[in-house]
């Protein structure tokens, strides 16, 4: 019984680092794409339509990295 319970708690704490190390990068990318594309608003405001798809696309991107964090975690949790 103790064998099932030990188990349990690794996959809580493997579920709980998945996640605080999963999502570790794709927050700092995020804040990167995010702060260029300021800059670049700053520089040139008459290309916001191009700036801004392209940041989208990007943060799109670096979200699904997020996701796959995400995704490892649940199933951690649900064996």
Known sequence: MA???SI?????VAAGL???IGTLG???GQGFIGGKACESLGKKP??????FRMMMMSLAFVESTAIYALLVSIMLLIK
């Open 3 to 5: 064998d099932v319970e």
């Open 18 to 20: 998945c996640m605080g």
């Open 46 to 51: 008459e290309a916001y339509d191009q700036i």
């Open 8 to 12: 349990k708690v690794a996959a809580y």
């Open 26 to 28: 794709p927050s700092l």
